[in-house]
């Protein structure tokens, strides 16, 4: 089974929007063990869309095409699709009633340009809308291939391919029965590392089973790995995911911090609210990054307090109670610790402090960072390197200093 | 002149890394004029990119290829090209000597695998490498085309494709003598309105003058106005940009913060060190996303002097001497901006507190955002109602109070 991605939009060659879509369907595919070879965007153009359709199905299987669904005139994707099956649009009344209602919800009349959304290739199968007003569509091609139409809105689309296109795929592929998956989100190792520590179990698992796991990089949030297995029922399945879960983490250990979507900041706020601690974060090398990856959390207000980004030297010295020295130091990263939970109020302290480059800095490389905990009795600070721009160190050390935390809450 | 763009590796198939190149390539070349209507990513393999360039070729004049140049055995962009061009790869001496040149100068010696680096497609011409090891190339096709190879690192490709690759795009195009261009970067207005503003401007120019206004969106930035000026000579046409600078800026006044690359960030600390002054914010809303931004700008040290994110409520009352009320007010954001410059020992404060969302509180709606300002004697604030999920409202809120520090640093 072979899947390429078609993402349609002027606004992504026009570089207004990146279009990130791809990128999280790519991985799923990859995930999901579907070959996926090609991707390609082009702008709201009936033949081009056409075009670049009837390509992709010539080399593959299958083609998941997002976005152009919306109620507006550019808005071309079922007629595109349509002409590729060789058969017209019908209006739908049912999706029409469903569109009108989410409306009335909202307290709103229903603009009847939105009628277009209830327009569907004949023989398509609808994917019932969640999220949004527009429906997704199963399409049959000529020739026994398949094109799945999901909208451009990141988490309307995140959810139809869950819910509705991966299993679809799946059993297109042959897998019979049923799948379960889950991913265990790692941090502080690379991926050759995790494969290499988990390689035992990937030995013990590659014997024509029904359980695989899967591994992969994803950019500077650590390195995933996807537990995956098949069984003649859902719950046998999961019991199968479940006990080489368990298998998986004895190894791995403290390098899991989360499943599935959970990010670092979503694991430490959870062990923060469970253990009754609120956090205080002083930053000077990452500048405000870990209080806004915190405050990105729903339901941050449980367990941060807020932050002090003490750029200036004298802001370290001044508020923060950081003594005279080198800034770029464990003492400073302690003391910073140590003022911030003071003067904000909270019970646990961390901070950063270290030269983002791309100068040096007391005679210290970009990428020195000092990361600083203050836990109870327990003050500390370590040192990192990280590779990488200004940005890359200052992302890097953020993600880092609440990885320490979080191992200091689990011990 | 029709010109596409093909991204080549594997890790962007996987989702590893989101291709924020091809976006980036949209955008120059819509704003240089040059049509552009499909791109595409493909791994690293040899058949499945020549696939792509042959396909792309078929549709367009030319095709930049992004990626695939580095020294590893995956890196096969050369070997691609040359079979599209029938023609075998030749090793050049001078370039081997610059890669290792570059190599000795960082203290290191050049593995043997970056003499890959140094082979290109016979008949193809050199793009001088400038930030990194690996040269680009421009490469006639049989049938007229042109293929441009490029690096996949950001940095690099966008200085090639300014320095070279547009150029010569456009001579291709028939554009003769000299062209000069300039972004003017608008904050604070729809795209709509902009071009509306400019109606007048843009019906003086359109009598087949040598000189165009092109404006584009680029999502929470702003709205990008590029004046582009064709002449006989560089000092012609420089002339002719500046010339309609001048009108440009007569009608948009205020709405212009920076020219070409300036981020709103740059332009704000421009004003206060031109004025002598240092800035502290106060977050609440917006959670560390200002004083990142701020870090994020080389030489931030010479007006940030830092900020204090102040989440939990408490921390506005005791450390920013908020008086007691509702934090979603007028009140609070212009004392958080007083306190805040108090506190931390700065001449202007800035500050954010509102609603992200999704809930309500204090019975404002999610999208309420007031932005305090506090500068000399002058404290306000002011409230903007912003659309868009959680992380837009906050990103938003950001850069609006960035605006109101830069238009009161102006007047």
Known sequence: MRCEVLAIGTELLLGQIVDTNSAWIGEQLALAGIDHHHQAKVGDNHGRIVGALRAALDRADAVIVCGGLGPTQDDITREAIAEVMGVDLEHHDEIAAVIRALFEARGRRMPDSNLRQAQVPRGATIIEQRRGTAPGLICPVPGGGVVYA???VPHEMQEML?????????????????????VLRTWGESESAVAELLSSRVAALDHGGSTTIAFQASGIEGIKVRITARADDDDRASALVAAEEAEVRAVLGDLVFGVDGESMEVAVGRLLVERGLTLAVAESLTGGLIASRLVGVAGASEFFTGGVVAYDPRVKHEVL??????????????????????HLGATVGVST????????????????????????????????RVPGDRERVRQYASISALDRLRRALRA
């Open 150 to 152: 999901v909208p451009g």
């Open 353 to 384: 402090t270290g030269v983002a480059g791309p100068d040096e800095l007391e005679g210290q490389p970009p990428g020195t960072a000092w990361l600083g905990l203050a836990l109870g009795d327990r003050v500390e600070a370590v040192e990192v």
């Open 162 to 182: 869950t819910r509705s296109v991966l299993p679809d795929l799946r059993r297109r592929a042959g897998s019979t029965g049923a799948i379960r998956s889950r």
């Open 321 to 342: 109670g950081v003594p005279p020295g080198p800034v770029v130091s464990e003492a400073t990263a302690k003391a910073m610790a140590e003022g911030v939970r003071a």
